[in-house]
């Protein structure tokens, strides 16, 4: 009695206090500093706490007049096939065959409408990515304020604005993506309109390939696996021939040329163009006197790789079930980086993964003190890197004006989080 009487009357020390406010802050408390972090330093700095006292109002956007200008080339490809039978990779094409079939419908209509629709389809498949898939998948089915949070910053976001004013189609070929994996898992026995929506995504955009290995759902079912993804590779190089062998080797030739001479600039965040924006940054201020570009491009991508090796690795050991939300954020990240061109209207993709990240929480009520702040910790750093993709680059200092590096230290820290996580976390829990 007497030494629970000392306990209860004993002074909460500064250090107490501060743990035991560190305990009671919630998830929120954590996204939402991470978010709050990107908005004073890329919003309320540059336009408002400016050396010239003045509101900096800024193209923020790279626009091109008239608006839509990759829908229109797009549209060049089709009709050069349609109308003048001859092969569509004329101009600038790195599309797969069958995406200038698959956009043939819309030479019917004036570019207007087809604007119009493609952006309408746009919103709904961001809509139905962001919103209603990681809805489905929770584990109440009940809107929170992440998943709302995640939504309406990305509805707003200037990768997905770039996206729109382009006429791209990333989003459209990523909800493919992900409704493939979705039916695929959870809707098994529909498996093989899974695999051709899959198959419909990467020939739209071929990244959507590195998501593969998201189709598996028995990690030790090696036979399986190897004839699944064997099965979906043979598929999909069958259906760059859907025009004839002469269309597919002008299919590689464009790669080949692209992969040669990319498009460098800030907003291209691939490997690549990160370090070739960056070097050229410091040779004009005479900081460096050696090319060290091509050493760094290859250790980059040996980090980027041995993160989803890592991550792979684990969900092998533990042969987990279902989506799993690590794997799925590293693989979209992956093909943010890997590829020799990604503009930033590709950033677009990324706000279904996180959506599908935040709105699961990846850790336990549970768990220790010391785990809860290290994925704390954690959620913090990733709101950061993720909030601050949602600014453009204008707002930003050269630096961090590209976003590899924003993305690889989401990588890094969603890696830690796969290798901290003991629960066996996974989308659906």
Same mark, same amino acid.
């Given at each position: ?20 406010? %560190? ?24 336009? @408002?706490?400016?050396?010239?006292? /003045? ?12 608006? $839509? ?71 109440? =089915? ?24 382009? $006429?791209? @189609?990333? #989003? ?18 529909? =498996?093989?309109?899974?695999?051709? &929506? ?7 955009? #071929?990244?959507?390939? !590195? ?16 004839? =699944? #993804? ?21 299919? /590689? ?18 490997? =690549?163009?990160?370090?070739? #924006? *960056? ?24 980090? *980027? ?5 890592? *991550? !792979? ?22 093909? &943010? ?19 599908? +990240? ?21 959620? +913090? ?18 630096? %961090?004006?590209?976003? /590899? ?25």
């Amino acid at each position: 009695m007497t030494k629970k009487r000392k306990a209860s009357n004993m002074k909460p020390t500064p250090g107490r206090n501060w743990r035991s406010y %560190l305990e009671n802050t919630s998830y929120l408390v954590w996204v939402m500093a991470g978010f709050a972090v990107s908005y004073m330093f890329f919003f309320i700095g540059p336009v @408002f706490l400016n050396q010239a006292h /003045l509101m900096q109002i800024t193209e923020y956007l790279p626009r091109i007049n008239p608006i $839509g200008a990759d829908l229109r080339q797009m549209l060049s490809y089709s009709d050069s096939w349609v109308a003048a039978g001859k092969t569509p990779y004329i101009g600038y094409n790195l599309y797969p065959p069958l995406a200038s079939i698959l956009f043939t419908p819309l030479l019917a209509v004036n570019f207007t409408k087809a604007f119009a629709i493609l952006t309408f389809i746009t919103i709904a498949s961001y809509s139905f990515s962001v919103f209603l898939i990681p809805l489905f998948l929770g584990r109440e =089915r009940k809107t929170s304020p992440l998943l709302l949070l995640v939504f309406v910053t990305g509805l707003f976001s200037y990768g997905f604005q770039f996206e729109l004013e382009r $006429g791209q @189609f990333n #989003v459209i070929a990523m909800f493919l993506c992900l409704i493939s994996i979705w039916i695929y898992h959870y809707q098994h026995k529909y =498996r093989f309109l899974a695999y051709v &929506l899959f198959s419909l995504s990467i020939q739209l955009k #071929v990244y959507p390939a !590195i998501f593969i290995v998201m189709l598996i759902r028995d990690w030790r079912d090696w036979k399986n696996n190897i004839r =699944r #993804v064997l099965g979906l590779t043979v598929a999909n190089i069958a259906l760059l021939f859907v025009m004839g062998p002469g269309v597919f080797v002008d299919f /590689l030739k464009a790669i080949q040329a692209q992969s040669a001479n990319p498009s460098i600039w800030v907003g291209n965040h691939s490997v =690549r163009s990160f370090m070739m #924006v *960056i070097t050229n940054e410091l040779r004009s201020q005479n900081m460096v006197t050696h090319d060290y570009s091509s050493l760094i491009q290859i250790t980059l991508f040996v980090l *980027i790789f041995a993160c989803l090796f890592v *991550i !792979i690795l684990k969900a092998f050991r533990e042969n987990s079930k279902g989506m799993n939300m690590y794997l799925m954020l590293a693989c979209t990240i992956g093909a &943010l980086l890997i590829p020799s061109v990604s503009h930033d209207y590709k950033l677009s993709i990324l706000v279904a993964p996180m959506a599908l +990240f935040f709105h699961q929480r990846p850790f336990a009520e549970n768990d220790g003190f010391r785990m809860r702040m290290a994925f704390s910790l954690l959620t +913090f750093i990733i709101c950061i890197a993720y909030s601050s993709t949602l600014f453009s680059f204008t707002n930003k200092p050269t630096l %961090l004006g590209n976003n /590899l590096t924003a993305l690889m230290v989401m990588l890094f820290a969603v890696t830690a989080f796969s290798l901290l996580d003991k629960s066996g976390h996974k989308i659906g829990d």
